[in-house]
């Protein structure tokens, strides 16, 4: 073989491997990133094959199904028009029609193209259907056919990642790494695989490494800035995020994902302003009424929160709403005045899932607060009847109880909190509580007892008690005077209540009484 005719083989090589247009190349790089709208319009500036086919791709993942179609029918006849064609029948869940027109379209290139294998793997991965093995094939053959190649790597990696292998996609991408030290984006690609798999402090060094090595990396920031929500560092996320909206796409999904962040730190106005930019009267973004309206309900605009959650419920599928969504509407109703349809709604949520405790608990809450103190009661037993029931939950029971002059069971279940739980101040308290009303003509010795006991308990802790102590310094005081005729101890008693609050006219009453 001569010089020159190896040469031309060396230059074919090369041009096999590299013959994307400009737009590919940047537009590829945006794909990378999950920069969905940029990558369709830098494909949209070329009329070339492979643009249009990739222009299709980035429609798929903005769910523009329709203009996807478009594009890939325009280059029908053709290789990269016939793997388009093969992801629409792949999403259609026709696997041996994808298959065939993946197979028609590396055989027009004699396979020998890897760009074609690529773009298959890639189609593959970005497609709905569940089984992803078939990409991580298309992708081994073209990394084949240029073994040190970095992009090849890379699109092998997310075609494990799509099938849910993170272990062999982080091989892929190590190689990468190998082959483009200085490359950001292997570092990248690496940080979210260990994100995905919930292994975040390997998660972040590679995400860091990535955004030294190009402090502009949309990736990079995307999973910093998710990865420090899931820590709920929530300054140190909306940082990285605010930054990927001010350098990337100002899309929906980041700005929505800054608006949960403000949520979640308590900012509420913050979401809610976000979200009304994002929403704007589109229907598309119906999905966003419901932290809208959780926010609106934290900052006390109950009429609000009804509006945007009605919305939210009266548009999502069945399988998208959760209890929470009826806990927070049920509890602005009942905010607004309307207890009956309030009520209604939160069964609704419990009825989504009986068994979480903490749901049901914060229903409990809302009627405690509102004192509807039959539905608090109603809850709190619900809470009782599940599995492994604690003190505390006992205790709440107890106390809805006897809001319910349900004394004599109020009193056994704080009988409950103390087999559970022996060093239980409230407990005792609340038997104390309970003894009073159920024999209030005269001081029982249980009563006595349960009131005194809580007293040794609380002793030193009189500010955080405060009430509680004078309570039942008050009424021992009183058993003192009227059965024992116990001046003195009862003057003690006295002296110490004000003493705590020198305000207290029923003491300084009964003080009238030890002398």
Known sequence: MNKSFSSFILLAAVLLVTNLSAQSKVGIQLLHDERWVSAEKEFSKSTEEADIFYKGLAQVKLENMDAAKASFNSIATKPYGKIGLGLIELNAKNVSGASKLFTEAANETKNKNPEIFTAISRAIAYSSAEDKLEASNWAKKASDMAKSNTEYRLVWGDAFLSAQDGGNANTQYEYAQQYAPNTAMPYAKIGRVYYRMKVYKEALPNLKKALELDSNNLL???YLAQTYYKYRVYDTAEMYQQKLIQIGDKSAEYMAMLANIHFLAKDYEKAINLINEIIKGDNKYNYLNRLIGYSYYETGKHQ????????????????????????????????????????QTLKNAVDMN??????????????????????ELEYYKKIAELPEPSASDFLNLGSALYKNKKFEEADATFTKVLELSPNSADAYYMKGKCKVYQDPEQATASARENYTKYLEMVAGSEDKNKKKIIEAKVYL??????????????????????????TNTEAAELLKFTE
């Not at 945007?308 to 399988?319: C, H, R, S, V, W």
């Not at 405790?357 to 103190?373: G, L, N, R």
């Not at 009862?490 to 003493?499: C, Q």
Request: a negative charge.
């Open 220 to 222: 990079a920031l995307n």
């Open 304 to 343: 609000e929160a009804v509006t945007f959650l009605e919305k939210f419920l009266e548009t999502q599928p069945k399988d998208k709403i959760i209890a929470s969504d009826y806990e927070n509407l049920g509890k602005a109703y009942i905010a607004l005045g309307d207890k009956e349809k309030g009520t």
């Open 354 to 375: 009986p068994a979480d405790k903490d749901a049901i608990k914060s229903i409990a809450e809302t009627f405690k607060k509102m004192k509807m103190y039959e539905e």
């Open 477 to 502: 005081a009183k058993v003192a005077i009227k059965n024992d005729n116990d001046k003195a101890k009862a003057k003690i008693l006295l002296d110490e209540v004000i003493l705590l609050d020198p």
